[in-house]
């Protein structure tokens, strides 16, 4: 079974975070929703809606023996995504899992506020929210302003709230296939 960690933090994009829980245990990835800056399993998001994580990512780290999981979502949202990347701990994480060749995957502020953080845009073609990417400008020429997202490698990136879905499902699409992919977005009515 395929595993993915989706990090939240304070301030998180909702829809950015759930779209791709969401979807993700629809391909039944098991999926652990893990809170990041706070001691605490529950996470005020952007707009005021409480969720409670699986996990921490103290705990998550402390306990974790399995070995890195197939995927790591970070969604965006403000202050959410600055949380984020404030935690040497998470930003670590992301660089291993990009350098084991595992899938990482940000979206809206997220790739321009976190990933910049790591090796992961290098050489990379990337999006983000609109006007966030002058906080990645060592990656500027990978910039691209007109997709909804962009997959490279392994790295997918999406530009905000409403591409959420098809952010979402790129990443089900490479770790499920294609045959998965087509049976969710069938089931979800999706075009």
């Not at 950015?16 to 929703?33: K, Q």
């Not at 770790?175 to 979800?188: D, F, H, P, T």
Request: net charge neutral.
């Amino acid at each position: 079974m395929k595993s993915a960690l989706v990090f939240i933090a304070d301030g998180t994009e909702e829809v950015e975070a759930l779209s791709p829980i969401d979807y993700l245990r629809r391909a039944d990835v098991s999926v652990s929703v893990v809170s990041v800056g706070t001691s605490s399993r529950t996470v005020t998001m952007s707009r005021k809606v409480s969720v409670n994580a699986d996990i921490t990512l103290e705990s998550y780290l402390s306990a974790s023996s399995a070995g890195l999981p197939d995927a790591v979502v970070v969604p965006g949202g403000m202050p959410g995504a600055s949380n984020i990347a404030a935690s040497k701990s998470a930003v670590a994480l992301l660089e291993e899992m990009y350098k084991a060749g595992k899938l990482v995957c940000a979206i809206c502020a997220s790739p321009a506020l976190v990933l910049s953080k790591t090796s992961a845009l290098e050489g990379k073609e990337w999006t983000c929210y609109p006007g966030m990417e002058g906080n990645a400008a060592a990656f500027a020429s990978g910039y691209r302003s007109d997709r909804p997202f962009v997959h490279d490698g392994n790295v997918i990136t999406g530009r905000g709230p409403g591409a959420a879905e098809e952010f979402s499902l790129e990443i089900v699409r490479t770790l499920c296939g294609q045959s998965v992919y087509e049976k969710i977005r069938k089931a979800a009515l999706l075009r």
